[in-house]
């Protein structure tokens, strides 16, 4: 629902940050600031993991739908990697570019 949320999520007390991040991914779907996506990013990343800033657009009908739209920021190589699980989530996912950039799109 807000910023404060998705950070203890995060990195908060047995946040997803306290278990090992090597070469894991975390996928945000909520809408927040390029500000929070490229804080979280780097710090996900100086644990080994990746984090993508991966919005949804189409609200619940899309949801119900199944006509969901992912504008995704973060390492294409990750990307690459969570495109199965993407795809199973959205009918067009894109990746726009660096950390933050899913939430500018």
């Known amino acids: 629902p807000d910023e404060r949320v998705l ?7 047995g946040g997803l940050m306290h278990e090992p991040m090597q070469g894991k991914v975390i996928v945000d779907t909520t809408t927040t600031t390029v500000t929070m996506a490229e ?3 780097g710090e996900v990343s100086s644990e080994g993991g990746f984090f993508l800033d991966a919005p949804v657009t189409g609200g619940v009908g899309g949801a119900e739908k199944g006509t969901l739209c992912m504008m995704i920021g973060g390492d294409a190589a990750a990307f690459a990697h969570a495109l199965p699980v993407l795809q199973a989530l959205a009918t067009t996912v894109v990746h726009v570019g660096p950390s933050g950039h899913g939430q500018v799109a």
């Open 39 to 41: 804080r979280l990013a």
């Open 7 to 13: 950070e203890a999520l995060v990195t908060g007390p």
